[in-house]
């Protein structure tokens, strides 16, 4: 069965890193398109964060030069680090694999920035 379970979300201070793991099962993540999105109370989820089949990134411009997107094909997850963070990066942050027939998401990690 096809799952994505996420973690690595919490409560950090302005500033401050996380590195969100999204572990994959059930099939193997170099071969879908992989992404994180995000979304905060109120507001639409929005992707963040996206790394192709074959390894090609694309950020949002609210978070490009902070996070990083990165998969290790032997582990089977992908990682997404957030550096200097910012309160209006508090949201839930989900996983995605996508492929032209199917399309995962994960149940999604809070991540609350916070002084």
């Known amino acids: 069965q096809e799952r994505l379970v996420e973690s690595g979300g919490g409560l950090v201070q302005p500033g401050g890193?996380?590195?969100?793991s999204c572990a994959a099962s059930?099939?193997?993540?170099?071969t879908y398109g992989m992404s994180w999105s995000?979304?905060?109370?109120?507001?639409e989820r929005e992707q963040v964060a996206s790394i192709t089949?074959?390894?090609r990134t694309n950020y949002a411009d609210s978070v490009k030069g902070r996070f990083t997107i990165s998969r290790d094909n032997a582990?089977?997850?992908?990682?997404?680090?957030?550096?200097?963070?910012?309160p209006e990066d508090t949201a839930v942050?989900?996983?995605?694999?996508?492929?032209?027939l199917?399309?995962?998401?994960?149940?999604?990690?809070?991540v609350t920035v916070s002084s």
């Open 17 to 20: 890193s996380l590195r969100l």
């Open 26 to 30: 059930g099939f193997t993540v170099s």
């Open 38 to 43: 995000r979304q905060a109370p109120g507001k």
């Open 53 to 55: 089949m074959f390894g």
């Open 75 to 86: 582990q089977n997850t992908v990682y997404l680090q957030m550096n200097n963070l910012k």
């Open 93 to 100: 942050y989900y996983c995605k694999a996508a492929s032209s």
């Open 102 to 110: 199917y399309t995962y998401w994960g149940q999604g990690t809070q």
